[in-house]
């Protein structure tokens, strides 16, 4: 029940920011964020408002864990 | 975009059904409940079920918004159509559910009827701000991902002093079925994946009760190694009897969720009794507007009482939702109950269980 | 901007009608049958032929990649092409709201021009009329046209399990600009709509090797392989890698929640062709403008359903489209 993509910040004001989202750009707001969040960084995007800042970091750390995963079972 | 291009990786998205073969049992059975229509549709979508063993069983349950509003709750919106010259502001999920008396906002807005889809709700206050003359209201559906996104919506058209802008507020909010299928002694689940944005907003802590009920607890983002690898922590949760709360959507979900979020649901709403079709009335899992924005109450200013739930004879949405049966296993599936004439909730939807059974599986 | 207008005058036959003909639509259109005006053309064409019929209605009518008086064009002939016949002569119907630019008028008579004389076709009679602009504010066009026959590309019976499917280009992009162009949605992108000239991919191919092939419009592949696929025993299997699609148009049907398969195409033939000739209708159809983006996407098979294998490897049922797209939030 969360049609949500990661958009790219592109510009931002206090209230809203414009993201990228693979492509098409749109105005959401910003009354839904717990942080700041800077031009070049990931919102997830749901109903035209930023719900999350993306984390790169923690997506490395999944992504690694599940390579591991997944050479357990080749190697 | 890598964030998604990462997660989409068709190589780790095989190597991770390797695994989940790998590790099943062959003489135990795995049923796995998600609770998300987003779920839904992105298992059916990627095909999902077809690349799992024979004993991983996926079921869908009550994570449909648009499938548990009520039918009291839809035909409230044609009620106060009927009533007053009134524009009806809606995300497009709800255009085709049809009223009892079988019109659908899809066939009012045909008929001339001022019907407009919103992708955001703060379109909709915009809206209603650019056309101070005329009556709107927004219907307020989904879960605990798009309900402080509505309270924004109310707290900036009170900051316009908007007095031509009404909400019916028909937001739901999850812990309270997840008690109800706990406490559901015919409950035949093994492990739940959890929704992924609703926990962007939530956090972790209203999946406790979960492990504290010997299931499997893993939250789950939308894309398929997302997804299959959830589904794997399940696996491993079930064979280890070791149960917990496991967010394996560290992306984009924070532990504590988002307190903002919450704080907007707290300014705006009040927890209600609502009624959920299929189950029926759960307290306090409904999102009622509080005394300090109840001008902004459609039902209360229009005079409208969403009448309460009655199951449709024939119909076993509710026995779908809770994961007791298929979809088709319903005599009704396909058979007087169809995407373009559905008989009960579970059809109403795109993302609901049977829709997504009947679209998707040959 | 000259703000001329469409008025009711233009409309009743008198001589702002006549005037509107000579100067807007005599004067663009090249070929010398339309300018005798009779009521009836006089064409001469022995032979089969194919006979094709369609109204554009689309809003905006001014869209990203094009505008309804290509499509008008381009829509009908490619109806001939994808049917096996070379386009020859079309009938161009305009029904105007009162108070219509007349600059946008032009424009729009222009570019259909310009869409007939790509594709070679001539347009040899027509009609204008005006109508009351509560009813649609924006031009209603019909086109009908005649071509002669090269083959048939109708016939369901040469459909057998082990043809191949080609898409002749990229899915979804007049959709998704046509979404992309409604204001209120306020989104931006560079998606351009893929309307254009299909027969020039059969002038390139021939016909040697295609059995069947349609126009993916409205509904997009989904609609086309179900169509198909009632009427025959067999269905279809594809391989959702194999399908071209751009990267933005991807992400925008995923932030709508469309799949875009079900998605509208002006540009994309659905093409169905013997197994061992498959590669080289292909290798032709990628040294055209309108199919450099073709792919072999899938193959008849004996079940009598479409199914797409993902790129996870799994197998799903492609649903047929019903109505509108309607973006969703769950």
Known sequence: ?75 | ?362 | MNMKKITMAHGSGGKATNDLIKNLIVENFSGSILGNLGDSAYINLCGDLAFSSDSFVVQPEFFPGGDIGELSVYGTCNDLAVSGAVPMYLSFSLILPNGYIMDDLEKIVKSAAKAADEVGIEVVCGDTKVINSHSSNTPIINTAGIGVMGASLNDYSKIKPGDKVILTSDIARHGMAIFSARKELELENSIQSDCGNLYSIFEKTGYDGIKFSRDATRGGVAAVLHEISDKISAGFYLYENMIPIQEDVVYLCEFLGFDPLVVANEGVAVIISEAKKAQKILNKIRQTKMGRNASIVGEVYETNNVVMETKIGGVRTVEMPSGDLLPRIC
């Open chain 1, 1 to 75: 029940m969360c049609l949500g993509l990661p958009g790219r910040v592109m510009e931002k004001n206090d209230f809203s920011a414009v993201v990228d989202i693979g492509g098409t750009k749109r105005e959401v707001s910003l009354m839904m964020m717990p942080e700041e969040v800077d031009v070049g960084e990931y919102v997830m995007v749901h109903v035209g408002f930023a719900i999350s800042k993306m984390d790169p970091e923690e997506a490395r750390k999944t992504l690694e864990t599940l390579m591991d995963i997944a050479d357990e079972i080749d190697g």
């Open chain 2, 1 to 362: 975009m890598k964030l998604t291009v990462d997660f989409k990786n068709p190589e780790l998205a095989k190597s991770l059904i390797d695994k989940i073969s790998a590790e099943v049992f062959d003489e135990k059975s795995y049923n796995i409940m998600e609770i998300c229509g987003t779920h839904t549709v992105s298992i059916f979508r990627y095909g999902i079920r077809s690349v799992l063993p024979e004993n991983v069983n996926l079921l869908s349950g009550p994570g449909c918004p648009v499938c548990v509003t009520s039918q009291g709750e839809i035909d409230a919106i044609f009620e106060i159509l009927a009533k007053t010259d009134i524009c009806v502001l809606t995300f497009g999920d709800l255009m085709r559910v049809p009223g009892s008396r079988g019109e659908s906002l899809e066939d009012m807005q045909s008929e001339g009827y001022d019907i407009r889809v919103v992708l955001s709700p703060l379109d909709a206050v915009d809206i209603a701000e650019k056309e101070p003359d005329r009556n709107f209201v927004l219907v307020g559906i989904g879960f605990e991902t798009t309900a402080p996104a509505i309270a924004a919506s109310v707290v900036s058209a009170e900051e316009r002093s908007l007095r031509n802008f009404y909400l019916l507020a028909y937001n739901k909010t999850m812990p309270e079925v997840i008690k109800f299928l706990l406490n559901d002694s015919k409950l035949n689940v093994d492990g739940f994946l959890c929704p992924g944005h609703v926990s962007v907003v939530t956090g972790e802590e209203i999946y406790f009760s979960l492990p504290e009920n010997n299931k499997a607890a893993v939250i789950a983002g939308f894309e398929p190694v997302d997804i299959l690898s959830s589904i794997l922590y399940i696996i491993y949760q079930i064979n280890r009897n070791e149960f917990k709360v496991y967010n394996n959507y560290s992306r984009a979900v924070r532990r504590e969720g988002n307190i903002k979020a919450k704080k907007l649901l707290e300014e705006v709403f009040v927890k209600c009794t609502a009624s959920w079709r299929g189950i029926g009335q759960l307290k306090n899992s409904g999102l009622c507007l509080n005394k300090k924005y109840e001008h902004f109450d459609a039902l209360k200013v229009f005079d409208v009482d969403p009448r309460p739930a009655i199951a449709k004879e024939g119909c076993r949405c509710g026995e779908v939702l809770k994961g007791y049966i298929l979809p088709k296993e319903c005599s009704m599936f396909g058979n007087g109950c169809t995407p373009e004439k559905p008989f009960g909730p579970c059809m109403v939807s795109t993302e609901g269980a049977c829709a997504a059974y009947f679209k998707y599986s040959s």
